[in-house]
């Protein structure tokens, strides 16, 4: 089963900063299979990336992905106070279990 | 608009049973397989399983943390996504949401709705 693990677990920037995420596979993967999503707290999760680089619907260009095989990347450039969220990443699977979530990295803005 | 509205969730004692229901509105559901999606109370998400469409035969995965207790189905003709959790344990405890699936991700979610399972 491949596991994703996420870092760093927490992250405190000021606004207008960037801050970047990581996101390290067990095992090299699609990037087609790569999603990003946030969750504020009360909130349901929200698509943010998908294919690793493609941002979903709404979400603004200070959002971007990269990566491929097993390093993967979001980064959020000029920090907004709405920007604090736990982030996860999520990877596809042709094998059970379809999907898998990583742990989470929780971002913090002074 | 695409809306998911869960329902169904309470308190439940360990070994029982409950069922989940998702109701969807703004899309063809018949059309898109559909996910189920946890999250205990501070805690990461966890993936619970997954159907299909009638194109692919309605076929049900989960992951081995349920497989054997939890049953997911659907009535297209209603728009309803179900989650029939069996023998529950206090681990069950979460949130649980409903969400459409989409090439590989879930696009669209509901806002969940809370399982308790305590004596």
């Known amino acids: 089963e491949i596991v994703l693990t996420q870092s760093p677990g927490t992250l405190s920037l000021s606004p207008g900063e960037r801050a970047t995420l990581s996101c390290w596979a067990s095992?090299?993967?699609?990037?087609?299979?790569l999603a990003w999503y946030q969750q504020k707290p009360g909130q349901a999760p929200r698509l943010l990336i998908y294919?690793?680089?493609t941002r979903a619907t709404g979400i603004p260009d200070r959002f971007s992905g990269s990566g491929s095989g097993t390093d993967f990347t979001l980064t959020i450039s000029r920090l907004e106070p709405e920007d604090s969220a736990v982030y996860y990443c999520q990877r596809y699977g042709t094998s059970l279990p379809t999907y898998t979530f990583g742990q989470g990295t929780k971002l913090e803005i002074k | 608009e695409v809306q998911l509205v869960e329902s169904g969730g309470g308190l439940v004692q360990p070994g029982g049973s409950l069922r989940l229901s998702c109701a969807a509105s703004g899309f063809t559901f018949s059309d898109n397989y559909m996910n189920w999606v946890r999250q205990a109370p501070g805690k990461g998400l966890e993936w619970v399983g997954r159907?299909?469409?009638?194109?692919?035969?309605?076929?049900?995965e989960y992951a081995a943390s349920v497989e054997g207790r939890f049953i997911i189905s659907r009535d297209d003709s209603k728009n309803s996504l179900f989650l029939q959790m069996n023998s529950l344990k206090t681990e069950d405890t979460a949130v649980y949401y409903c969400?459409?699936?989409?090439?590989?991700?879930?696009?669209?979610w509901g806002q969940g709705t809370l399982v308790t399972v305590s004596s």
């Open positions: 095992q090299s993967i699609s990037s087609s299979y």
């Open positions: 969400a459409r699936d989409f090439y590989y991700k879930s696009d669209y």
């Open positions: 159907i299909r469409n009638k194109g692919g035969r309605y076929i049900t």
């Open positions: 294919g690793a680089s």
